[in-house]
């Protein structure tokens, strides 16, 4: 099993920062791909960013792509989303999520996600 706890969300005004960390215990060598996710009210979950724990590759979805910035620590199992220009269209629960392949985050499979964090809040006010 692998627990993420994410932290860091919170009520912003349009072109404001945030910065989300998830800190991942447990068996975290089976979880190759950390990333996020992120679901607003009556939306599906949608892909946001991933990160390779080996190689430190990363993908963005296109709607985050040059405003949002996903990095890793390896020694503190810590992932963080760094998140620069916001919008009101970002307001939505952010989820962090592991999984052993890139594939999975790649294709957006949500409904494949081997382990999922508590989500946070991101409100992005205009």
């Known amino acids: 099993q692998v627990q993420l706890l994410e932290s860091g969300g919170g009520l912003v005004q349009a072109g404001d920062s945030l910065k989300l960390s998830c800190a991942a215990s447990g068996r975290t060598f089976s979880s190759n791909v950390m990333g996020w996710f992120r679901q607003a009210p009556g939306k599906e979950r949608e892909f946001v960013a991933y990160?390779?724990?080996?190689?430190?590759?990363?993908y963005y979805a296109d709607s985050v792509r040059g405003r949002f910035t996903i990095s890793r620590d390896n020694a503190k199992n810590t992932v963080y989303l760094q998140m620069n220009s916001l919008k009101p269209e970002d307001t939505a629960v952010y989820y962090c999520?592991?999984?052993?392949?890139?594939?999975?985050?790649?294709?957006?499979?949500?409904?494949?996600?081997?382990?999922w964090g508590q989500g946070t809040q991101v409100t992005v006010s205009s």
């Open positions: 990160i390779r724990w080996s190689g430190g590759s990363t």
């Open positions: 999520a592991a999984d052993s392949s890139w594939l999975t985050f790649y294709e957006g499979a949500w409904n494949r996600i081997d382990y």
